[in-house]
C-alpha cells in the first residue's frame, strides 16, 4: 500500500491546478456574482481536454483514471465550485451512460463530440421523484422505429448549455424499478424546451434548468442499455458521480483551510495574530484531520472503480465524509474571518454557500445513510 499519486496523476494535478490558479481564480469571484462563466473560459478548458477527462482515447478523450479525475475535480472545485460542477456533471452521470451502456454506433455518434466540449447533462429528478427517484413519471413510449417521450425533469445541471441530455423515463402506466429506460436525447430534438432557470443559493454560474419533453422522438438506438435498465444505468452513474461531487467538497473545503490560515496568520487581536490562539489552532486541526480523512476514502473509492470493483458503498461515504467535513470546514472558515466572513469581499462567504448542496445532491446525506446502512446490513 502507498499513499502518493504516480507521475501521470502528478502531471495532471500540477497542470490543473497551475491553469485554475491563472485562468479560473481571478474570474470566481465576478463568476459567481454574475452567474455566468466566459466563454473563452469555456473554450480554454475544452482545449485542455477536460471535457473528455474520463472518456476512452478511442473516442477522444483523455481516458484518465478515476484518481486522476477526483484530483482534477478537486483542483478545479478549488478554485470555483461552481464551474467544476458543470465538468463534474459532464464527465460523469451526463456521458458515463452513453461511454459504458451505448450501442457502438451511439458512442461513435456522440463521445467524440462531448470531448470536443459538447457538453452532456444527467436528467432523472421530476418535482415528485427527488430522492424516490423510481417514482418517475415521464413517459417513453414504444413506436415502430423508437420511442417518445412525455414529461418533464427539474433541477438539470448545465440544462441550459447542453448539447446532450441523458433521460430516464417509463414505459406508462408502469411503475417502481422496472421499465425504466436510460435514453440520450440531442439538443433541438422538437418537443425538448427549457422551462424555469433556478435561483440559487450558490454554485450560481452554474445553470440548473427544468426541462418540458413534449412527444420528443428518439431513435431506437439512442436507448443507452437495453430496455428496462434505466434505473440500473443511472444508479451506476451516480456511483461514480458521487466520488466526483466527494472531490468537488474536498475542493471546497481545502479552500476554506487554505483561506483561513492565511487571515488566521495575518489577522491580529489582542496585539497577536488570531492564528496563536488554541481556540482557532482547534479549528484549524479539525479542519485539516477531517478534510484528510474524507480525502483517504474517497481515494479508496476512486481506486476501487478503477479496478471494477464494487464500490457503491464506498462512494456513498466519501461523499458523506467529504461533503460534511467541507461543510463544517465553510463554517470554521466563516468563524476564523469573524464578521469579514459574512461579507463577498472574501471569498468564504462563497464557500459557505457552494458547500450546502454537495449535501443534497446526487442524492442526499440521509439516502447516503440507507445505502451505506444497506451494504453493511447485507456484509454483517
Ligand atoms: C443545484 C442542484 C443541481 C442538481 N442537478 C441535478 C441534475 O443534474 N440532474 C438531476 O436529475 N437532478 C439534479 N438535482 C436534484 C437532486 O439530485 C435532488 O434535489 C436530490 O436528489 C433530492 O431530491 P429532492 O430535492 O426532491 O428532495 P426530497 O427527496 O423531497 O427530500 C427532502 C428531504 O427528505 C429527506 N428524505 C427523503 N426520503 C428519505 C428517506 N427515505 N429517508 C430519509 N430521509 C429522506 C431528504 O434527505 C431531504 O432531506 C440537483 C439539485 C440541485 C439543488
Request: aromatic share 8%; net charge neutral.
Amino acid at each position: 500500500m502507498h499513499f502518493d499519486l504516480d507521475e501521470n496523476q502528478t502531471m495532471f494535478r500540477d497542470m490543473v491546478r497551475d491553469f485554475a490558479r491563472k485562468e479560473i481564480m481571478p474570474l470566481a469571484h465576478r463568476m459567481d456574482q454574475e452567474a455566468m462563466i466566459p466563454a473563452d473560459l469555456i473554450a480554454k478548458m475544452r482545449d485542455n481536454g477536460f471535457f473528455g477527462l474520463t472518456f476512452p482515447q478511442e473516442y477522444g478523450g483523455l481516458g484518465v483514471d478515476t484518481i486522476t479525475y477526483a484530483v482534477v475535480i478537486e483542483e478545479l472545485s478549488r478554485a470555483s465550485a461552481g464551474l467544476s460542477v458543470m465538468l463534474t456533471v459532464h464527465n460523469s452521470v451526463g456521458s458515463y451512460p452513453v461511454a459504458m451502456y451505448g450501442s457502438e454506433a451511439a458512442r461513435r455518434a456522440f463521445l467524440p463530440r462531448m470531448a470536443a466540449g459538447e457538453i452532456a447533462a444527467f436528467c432523472i429528478t421530476e418535482p415528485n421523484a427527488g430522492s424516490d427517484a423510481a417514482a418517475l413519471v415521464t413517459s417513453a413510449r414504444r413506436t415502430a422505429d423508437g420511442w417518445v417521450l412525455n414529461g418533464g425533469k427539474v433541477f438539470v445541471t448545465n440544462g441550459e448549455r447542453a448539447a446532450f441530455y441523458v433521460v430516464l423515463a417509463r414505459t406508462p402506466g408502469t411503475t417502481g424499478h422496472k421499465d425504466i429506460h436510460a435514453f440520450i436525447v440531442e439538443r433541438g430534438a422538437p418537443g425538448l424546451t427549457i422551462a424555469k432557470k433556478e435561483d440559487k443559493m450558490g454554485l450560481r454560474c452554474s445553470d440548473t434548468v427544468a426541462i418540458n419533453l413534449e412527444d420528443v422522438q428518439v431513435p431506437a438506438a439512442n436507448l443507452l442499455g437495453k430496455e428496462g435498465d434505466g434505473f440500473r444505468v443511472a444508479m451506476s452513474a451516480l456511483d461514480g458521480g458521487r466520488i466526483g461531487i466527494a472531490f468537488q467538497a474536498l475542493g471546497i473545503g481545502r479552500a476554506c483551510l487554505e483561506d483561513a490560515v492565511r487571515y488566521a496568520k495575518t489577522r491580529e487581536q489582542f496585539g497577536k495574530p488570531i492564528a496563536s490562539l488554541s481556540v482557532i489552532q482547534g479549528m484549524i486541526a479539525d479542519m485539516g484531520a477531517e478534510l484528510e480523512a474524507a480525502r483517504t476514502l474517497g481515494y479508496k473509492a476512486a481506486w476501487l472503480k478503477d479496478q471494477g470493483r464494487p464500490h457503491t458503498k464506498e462512494a456513498a461515504m466519501a461523499k458523506i465524509l467529504a461533503t460534511e467535513a467541507a461543510w463544517r470546514a465553510a463554517d470554521c472558515a466563516v468563524q476564523i474571518h469573524g464578521g469579514y466572513g459574512y461579507c463577498k469581499e472574501y471569498d468564504v462567504e462563497r464557500y459557505y454557500r457552494d458547500v450546502r448542496v454537495t449535501r443534497i445532491y446526487e442524492g442526499t446525506s440521509e439516502i447516503q445513510r440507507l445505502v451505506i446502512a444497506r451494504k453493511i446490513l447485507e456484509e454483517y
